[in-house]
């Protein structure tokens, strides 16, 4: 991410995939060897492969010139590697128009006659599943829906999308039969011509300048592996561990164990991160083993930090005074040999220096930060306090003295920077933060200019109109905390029914298709209990129990059978919210909430603890 708050947003995301019957892999292949059998063989070519897509796109510049990249490798489960790619372009090849994606992005078949060899590669490497009606059990598919969006709709033109992908032109065309199905337009990945032909593979090209939220990009990007934890045991012995069940495991097949053992690189970007330290006056980190805290202490004392080293460097050295914090590592290096920054003989341009995110609640970090971020040539922590010759008492006071805090820029700031790399939730948790805990002179105003981030996952849920409403009330319950209320802080007032603000919107037609296709598959002991508590539900007779157990060994299905319920309910236009006693439970449920959200019940329960639910009002 600080690659994206120096160059910006990135461009375009490529995602590169192995084919297993290139040429190059099979005419290697000893007798009735297949691809699978040789890891080795498939990982070498991939790679070279690899490097010759990068050079095509880097140095011969195939989508302009690129000023900045991030690539990482993973492996599918059937073992085969493929690479994501993001790319950042310079302003002059920045794609802009439509007729720029137009120019290197197509999602529609090629004509068969005028180009045969890229019809063959398309229909056969760049066909999504398919799924939906046609292939209801294909990987892509989540209770009923394609988590793709496939198949797409037509389009006459490609038309821009203020946050996401562009929606590419997919002109209607006649159906054509690939494999067993008759498929068109609507099933094809996003391509670049030029790259398929090339390397007859895989190669999912999409713009991504629009999308707003880029953090969600690095984060699918840097996703890293599927994990499992697995174990052999004696199948008489009942013993449910529910530690082990949380331990995450990693599991290498054979072609990534060939990639490590050939120390390929995992992922590679056009830029170094040198990550600078911000601590206190003698508050630095130590490592330590148990047993040996003193030792570590002791070596501490005399341990340089890139902060400390940059006192020592500026006491030293007059032309670091023209560089903040933040930019000495673009024209010094740190060499942790001899702990000192020395001037750099080249390559300063492709280094980013990155400050911590410190919490406002650790205040005097916070405040030192910010003085690091304005602040040229200090030469030591008290240089830092230190204004118009008279030495602050803190470094918030040396913020207040030389003006940082009078404007509410500082906030923006904080803000900006939350906002490449949290979540909404993180977002509205900070906004509350900065209100409780710090001097916010317009907050209003604050809320105005950020009201979209963080309600960004309210309004994707929801609608654009009430998005905001909903992260207003969660901003409301931070801030009883602080015992502030909206009407102290001049902020708007949440114009949303208590019963709804916390119940999932959905789509009744949705919900009836996702219901109907997850209740045939219920097996006879579930479709027992689904019928019955249903029954329950809708039957308005007194003596009807509505009160139900359900209990079952792990792996049984509880979770899909809930969320069938679920599905059926909402299908026939009801609300329900369930409510489960955890929060890892209640992510297993289709709007899912704790007991301790919903029914606010306190953390710290004692023999007077009650809900904090108010008379005459519905739970939210």
């Given at each position: 991410?600080?690659?994206?708050?120096?160059?910006?947003?990135?461009?375009?995301?490529?995602?590169?995939?192995?084919?297993?019957?290139?040429?190059?892999?099979?005419?290697?292949?000893?007798?009735?060897?297949?691809?699978?059998?040789?890891?080795?063989?498939?990982?070498?070519?991939?790679?070279?492969?690899?490097?010759?897509?990068l050079?095509?796109?880097?140095?011969?510049?195939?989508?302009?010139?690129?000023?900045?990249?991030?690539?990482?490798?993973?492996?599918?489960?059937?073992?085969?590697?493929?690479?994501?790619?993001?790319l950042?372009?310079?302003?002059?090849?920045?794609?802009?128009?439509?007729?720029?994606?137009?120019?290197?992005?197509?999602?529609?078949?090629p004509?068969?006659?005028?180009?045969?060899?890229?019809?063959?590669?398309?229909?056969?490497?760049?066909?999504?599943?398919?799924?939906?009606?046609?292939?209801?059990?294909?990987?892509?598919?989540?209770?009923?829906?394609?988590?793709?969006?496939?198949?797409?709709?037509?389009?006459?033109?490609?038309?821009?999308?203020?946050?996401g992908?562009?929606?590419?032109?997919?002109?209607?065309?006649?159906?054509?039969?690939?494999?067993?199905?008759?498929?068109?337009?609507?099933?094809?990945v996003?391509?670049?011509?030029w790259?398929?032909?090339?390397?007859?593979?895989?190669?999912?090209?999409?713009?991504?300048?629009?999308?707003?939220?880029?953090?969600?990009?690095?984060?699918?990007?840097?996703?890293?592996?599927?994990?499992?934890?697995?174990?052999?045991?004696?199948?008489?012995?009942?013993?449910?561990?529910?530690?082990?069940?949380?331990?995450?495991?990693?599991?290498?097949?054979?072609?990534?164990?060939?990639w490590?053992?050939?120390?390929?690189?995992?992922?590679?970007?056009?830029?170094?991160?040198?990550?600078?330290?911000?601590?206190?006056?003698?508050?630095?980190?130590?490592?330590y083993?148990?047993?040996?805290?003193?030792?570590?202490?002791?070596?501490?004392?005399?341990?340089?930090?890139?902060?400390?080293v940059?006192f020592?460097?500026?006491?030293?050295?007059?032309?670091?005074?023209?560089?903040?914090?933040?930019?000495?590592?673009?024209?010094?290096?740190?060499?942790?040999?001899?702990?000192?920054?020395?001037?750099?003989?080249?390559?300063?341009?492709?280094?980013?220096?990155?400050?911590?995110?410190?919490?406002i609640?650790?205040s005097?970090?916070?405040?030192?930060?910010?003085?690091?971020?304005?602040?040229?040539?200090?030469?030591?922590?008290?240089?830092?306090?230190?204004?118009?010759?008279?030495?602050?008492n803190?470094?918030?006071?040396?913020?207040?003295?030389?003006?940082?805090?009078?404007?509410?820029?500082?906030?923006?700031?904080?803000?900006?920077?939350?906002?490449?790399?949290?979540?909404?939730?993180?977002?509205?948790?900070?906004?509350?933060?900065?209100?409780?805990?710090?001097?916010?002179?317009?907050?209003?105003?604050?809320?105005?200019?950020?009201?979209?981030?963080?309600?960004?996952d309210?309004?994707?849920?929801?609608s654009?109109?009430?998005?905001?409403?909903?992260?207003?009330?969660?901003?409301?319950?931070?801030?009883?905390?602080?015992n502030?209320?909206?009407?102290?802080?001049?902020?708007?007032?949440?114009h949303?029914?208590?019963?709804?603000?916390?119940?999932?919107?959905?789509?009744?037609?949705?919900?009836?298709?996702?219901?109907?296709?997850?209740?045939?598959?219920?097996?006879?002991?579930?479709?027992?209990?689904?019928?019955?508590?249903?029954?329950?539900?809708?039957?308005?007779?007194?003596?009807?129990?509505?009160?139900?157990?359900?209990?079952?060994?792990?792996?049984?299905?509880?979770?899909?059978?809930?969320?069938?319920?679920?599905?059926?309910?909402?299908?026939?236009?009801?609300?329900?919210?369930?409510?489960?006693?955890?929060?890892?439970?209640?992510?297993?449920?289709?709007?899912?909430?704790?007991?301790?959200?919903?029914?606010?019940?306190?953390?710290?329960?004692?023999a007077?603890?009650?809900?904090?639910?108010?008379?005459?009002?519905?739970?939210?």
């Amino acid at each position: 991410m600080a690659m994206v708050r120096k160059f910006g947003r990135p461009d375009l995301f490529v995602t590169f995939t192995c084919n297993p019957t290139w040429v190059d892999i099979l005419n290697v292949l000893e007798g009735p060897q297949r691809p699978e059998d040789r890891p080795d063989i498939v990982v070498h070519v991939f790679k070279m492969k690899l490097t010759e897509l990068l050079d095509d796109i880097i140095k011969r510049n195939l989508f302009g010139r690129v000023i900045s990249y991030i690539y990482v490798i993973e492996f599918q489960k059937r073992g085969l590697p493929h690479a994501h790619i993001l790319l950042t372009l310079d302003t002059y090849s920045k794609i802009r128009t439509k007729a720029d994606i137009d120019k290197y992005v197509s999602a529609e078949l090629p004509d068969p006659i005028a180009d045969p060899t890229l019809f063959q590669i398309i229909t056969k490497c760049m066909i999504h599943g398919p799924c939906g009606t046609l292939n209801p059990n294909s990987p892509c598919m989540r209770e009923g829906v394609c988590t793709k969006q496939y198949p797409k709709e037509f389009r006459e033109k490609t038309e821009e999308n203020t946050n996401g992908y562009p929606m590419y032109q997919r002109k209607y065309t006649e159906s054509v039969r690939i494999g067993r199905h008759d498929l068109d337009n609507r099933w094809i990945v996003p391509y670049s011509p030029w790259l398929s032909k090339k390397f007859n593979a895989h190669i999912n090209v999409e713009v991504c300048a629009s999308i707003k939220s880029v953090k969600y990009l690095y984060k699918y990007v840097y996703k890293g592996h599927d994990a499992a934890s697995i174990r052999f045991e004696n199948e008489k012995t009942l013993d449910h561990d529910k530690i082990l069940s949380f331990l995450d495991g990693i599991y290498f097949n054979a072609p990534e164990t060939m990639w490590r053992l050939n120390e390929f690189n995992l992922s590679e970007k056009s830029h170094t991160v040198v990550r600078l330290a911000v601590h206190l006056p003698d508050k630095q980190a130590i490592v330590y083993q148990d047993g040996q805290e003193e030792e570590a202490v002791a070596r501490s004392v005399a341990r340089q930090t890139t902060l400390t080293v940059w006192f020592e460097l500026n006491k030293n050295d007059q032309d670091s005074h023209n560089y903040l914090y933040t930019d000495i590592s673009h024209y010094y290096t740190f060499n942790k040999s001899v702990m000192k920054w020395q001037k750099r003989q080249r390559g300063g341009e492709q280094v980013i220096g990155r400050m911590p995110v410190v919490n406002i609640q650790d205040s005097e970090r916070y405040h030192l930060r910010l003085l690091l971020s304005r602040k040229l040539g200090a030469v030591s922590f008290e240089d830092l306090k230190t204004v118009d010759g008279v030495v602050c008492n803190t470094f918030q006071q040396a913020c207040k003295t030389q003006g940082l805090l009078e404007e509410d820029q500082h906030w923006y700031d904080t803000l900006n920077e939350a906002i490449q790399t949290r979540a909404p939730f993180q977002l509205r948790l900070l906004f509350a933060m900065n209100c409780g805990f710090g001097e916010v002179n317009d907050i209003p105003e604050l809320w105005f200019r950020y009201k979209d981030a963080l309600s960004e996952d309210f309004a994707r849920q929801y609608s654009e109109d009430s998005g905001p409403q909903y992260a207003l009330a969660v901003i409301e319950e931070f801030l009883k905390h602080y015992n502030l209320n909206f009407k102290k802080l001049k902020l708007p007032t949440v114009h949303l029914p208590a019963a709804l603000s916390n119940l999932p919107s959905f789509d009744i037609l949705v919900e009836q298709q996702k219901g109907q296709i997850n209740a045939p598959k219920l097996n006879e002991e579930q479709k027992l209990v689904f019928d019955t508590i249903l029954n329950a539900i809708y039957d308005n007779k007194e003596d009807t129990s509505r009160l139900f157990f359900l209990d079952g060994p792990a792996g049984t299905g509880k979770p899909f059978l809930y969320n069938t319920w679920l599905h059926t309910i909402r299908g026939k236009g009801h609300h329900v919210t369930p409510v489960a006693s955890t929060g890892i439970a209640a992510t297993l449920l289709n709007g899912g909430r704790t007991t301790h959200s919903f029914f606010k019940i306190p953390i710290v329960l004692n023999a007077t603890s009650i809900c904090n639910v108010k008379p005459n009002t519905q739970p939210r």
